[in-house]
């Protein structure tokens, strides 16, 4: 788990691409600041400043339904870290956190997302009133390059009455194939979504969302996807997309 979580954003890491002056390149580096003292403080004073503490979405909260829970326990049930001194051959499910800023995914993130963009939230993880909009959790396998998210749509996605919003539906399939890509190739993002809405998503349901690794090429990455009833008995939307790997610089250009 921490070794595919630590491929995500790896290129943020220490990498000198952040067009920052020195001092701010350095407090995403924490441990190489022991002996400089003035960054040494200005690292402390950040520290306690910003908490270091972030929520992870993806738990259970009381919104969740029956089948959320159901679908929650089945992949929990197989997911694990590998025993001690052996390999982790990715062969069971891993849950993939979820915060509310995407920058706190990088080491350091937690300054970044303060020195960026004050303001900024994940779009999916922006909504206060739990269980109003996009339930979800992913769930990765290395070994099959695959990714289930269970979702549950909230009813601030409506669109059709009483049915799911095609934007909010396009939001996220984006969002697992995008954390999918990001986890083989990150960071990336979407240069093409072809999406085909098959049949209505009720709102106040859940269905799966999986995504696939096609293949790889150079800076591309290609995943389809398919958005389904749990059972999976109900093809209700497929996916094709594809995602460019990005140098940090290429978001603070505009
Ligand atoms: C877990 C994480 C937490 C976070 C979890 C959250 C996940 C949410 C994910 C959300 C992701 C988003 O919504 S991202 C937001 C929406 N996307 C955007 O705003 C992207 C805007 N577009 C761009 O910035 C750019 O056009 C890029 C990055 C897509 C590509 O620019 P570039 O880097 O200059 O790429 P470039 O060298 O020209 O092209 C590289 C190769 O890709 C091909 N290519 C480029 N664009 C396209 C295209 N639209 N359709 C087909 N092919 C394309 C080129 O032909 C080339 O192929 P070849 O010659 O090599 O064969």
Redesign the pocket.
Known sequence: MARNVGR??SGFRCSGSLPFGKTQLKTRCPRLLLRTTPERTVVQALSSIFSHKSRDFSLPNSSWGEEMMRLYNHYSSQSGEAAEGQEDQGEQWTR?P??NR?LK?ATGGVYLSKIIQSKAR?F?RNIRDTGAAFEYVLFFRRDKQRCVCIFQAGHLLEGPPGHVHGGAIATMI??V???HA??LS???????LNINYRSPIPLGSTVLVESTMDKE????TFLSCRVTSTDGSKLHTEAAA?????NVS?LLRG
């Open positions: 995500i954003f993939l979820s915060y995407s995914y994940l999916t984006d969002t194939t995008g954390t990001s986890l990150a960071p990336v993002m979407t240069a093409n090429e150079g800076k591309k594809l995602f460019v790997s990005i290429h």
